[in-house]
């Protein structure tokens, strides 16, 4: 039995609900959330639940060691969560300047995790179980085991190829916690970490100190001094989340909201924004598509220019989203393929899951980076330590180059909309640069083309990948699309890898009715109460 093929297209339906919705990409995750609401959680304690699963069920996209973002709707607003971490005070930058590189995998890319400090800070304000007992489902997978998804054992068996050659100490712990046997696991196979299980726990019954300001903590550094790293005890303690207000753009009679820099969520509204100015009314016609392609090209060309850490680089939003550069950016695209950006950064791997009850809407976003990030696992602790200091670049004078204490490029972005038929709430979609590309073709499809959420999901994507100069297309898409586009100079290839196109997830309200909706392109699925 092969469990990762599948030869037809599978069809799912929006899942209804009037007491809770949940969305994730894993379904044990999925499951976590469900146990903490029949518990009686909320939906942000669900949310946690399955965050800290995940790093347990998809260790391949996410992890303790990496960074959080999120957007909650309560009774009061829509409030941002930052919780990204600095690049480490002691880095010596000036050496990788002089090298002309910044190594993707060892202690040169890590940051300081800052997901742990989002789980506390969002359980803190909104929780209302402890995170003892939230935490409980994630620490029984890692010590009992479960049986690993197959998508995930596919992204699993790609990343083997690189960390499995990984050389040096500090890469040895993390091929034995994940490649035991010198492998990646199969589909179906039993994976279980139970120094995962114990890190999780201490995490929850000292509500982050000991990760931050404790035996955790002096683990990671310690581990840093031994084998080269440059994270120390006063990194991990002087970090702390931001509260951001969210971004807005109107759309079509409709409501789109991101996170400020240092996140490219700001990619997504100015490609909207720019779009409302041509005109554009439907969705997907061939020159609507390429009008999509082209603002979408010249918002990231922008984000590549300005976006940083927002401690040393504030107003970047306002900037990029000034009415007057919108109208110049609009202006400048035509009939045919335009110019491509120039991205100083790579591709990562993430998780994304959405959930909502009657009080809040949560919408949540977590990622090592790089797959499993920079290969670096703290002994002990099965603490996989990100990579997103490769996100810096190495100009010296671009806003966001490389510096010690310093937050850097950041991919993920959880989104929030309010659609023009009634319907808010939760949105996301994961997977690098994809990310803002995916929120807008999902935006359009729902507000141009009228699709429910799980048919937005469902619905073909195009990318466009800045490494190999390609307008990348999903096999559904029309061959008589495909022409048309590489008739107007887009370099087009189709592409039959689906996880290249991201993996999302809704959560909406309209009155007392619940959606939720789950990407057909990952292992997970929807629920609701």
Not at 237 to 257: S, Y
Not at 477 to 501: M, N, Q, W, Y
């Amino acid at each position: 039995m092969d469990l990762t093929r599948y030869p037809y297209p599978s069809s799912r339906r929006v899942v209804l609900g009037s007491r809770a919705v949940l969305a994730a990409s894993h379904p044990l995750a999925v499951a976590a959330g469900a146990e903490i609401l029949h518990e009686g959680g909320n939906a942000l304690d669900a949310a946690l639940a399955m965050a800290a699963a995940l790093t347990v069920l998809e260790p391949t996209a996410n992890g303790i060691g990496g960074d959080l973002f999120a957007i909650v709707e309560d009774g009061e607003g829509l409030w941002g969560l930052n919780a990204s971490g600095k690049s480490p005070r002691g880095l010596p930058a000036e050496r990788f300047f002089a090298e002309g590189r910044l190594p993707r995998f060892g202690w040169p890319a890590v940051t300081v995790p800052g997901a742990v400090s989002g789980w506390v800070t969002l359980a803190r304000r909104w929780g209302r179980l402890p995170l003892t007992r939230v935490f409980s489902p994630a620490v029984r997978y890692a010590r009992e085991g479960h049986p690993v998804a197959p998508e995930v054992a596919r992204a699993w068996r790609r990343a083997a190829r690189v960390y499995l050659g990984l050389k040096g100490p500090e890469f040895e712990a993390f091929k034995r916690v994940f490649f035991p046997g010198g492998r990646a696991p199969r589909p179906g196979e039993i994976w279980r970490s139970e120094d995962h299980a114990r890190t999780l726990e201490s995490i929850a019954e000292s509500e982050g100190e000991s990760f931050y300001r404790g035996e955790l903590a002096d683990r990671i550094a310690a581990f840093a001094r031994k084998t080269g790293g440059w994270i120390g005890e006063a990194d991990l303690a002087e970090h702390g989340p931001l509260w951001v207000r969210p971004l807005e753009v109107a759309f079509r009679g409709g409501r789109v909201c991101e996170l400020p820099p240092n996140g490219q969520g700001v990619v997504a509204l100015l490609a909207l924004r720019i779009l409302e100015t041509l005109g554009l009314a439907r969705y997907p016609g061939e020159r609507e598509v390429h009008l999509a392609v082209e603002a979408t090209k010249r918002a990231f060309a922008e984000a590549f220019k300005e976006v940083a850490d927002p401690e040393q680089e504030p107003g970047v939003a306002e900037r990029l989203l000034d009415p007057g550069r919108v109208r110049r950016l609009a202006a400048a695209i035509g009939e045919a393929a335009g110019p491509w950006p120039e991205p100083d950064r790579l591709p990562g791997g993430t998780v994304y899951l959405a959930a909502a009850d009657r009080e809040l809407s949560v919408s949540l976003i977590q990622s090592n980076y790089m797959g499993f990030g920079s290969g670096v696992l703290v002994p002990g602790t099965g603490i996989a330590l990100q990579n997103r200091g490769a996100g810096f670049h190495l100009d010296a004078k671009h806003p966001n180059r490389l510096a010690p204490g310093k937050r850097p490029y950041h991919t993920i972005i959880p989104g929030f909309l309010a659609l023009p038929t009634g319907e808010r709430g939760a949105f996301g979609l994961m997977g690098g640069f994809m990310q803002p590309q995916g929120h807008l073709q999902l935006v359009l499809r729902l507000v141009l083309e009228g699709l429910n959420p799980q048919s937005a999901l469902d619905a073909p994507r195009w990318q466009l990948d800045f490494y190999e100069r390609a307008l990348l297309l999903e096999p559904e898409f029309p061959r008589s699309l495909s022409l048309a586009l590489a008739d107007r100079g887009h370099p087009v290839r189709v592409e039959p890898e689906h996880g290249r196109f991201g993996r999302g997830q809704f959560a909406l309200k309209k009155g007392p009715l619940l959606l939720a909706a789950s990407e057909p392109r990952a292992d997970g699925l929807a629920f609701a109460l």
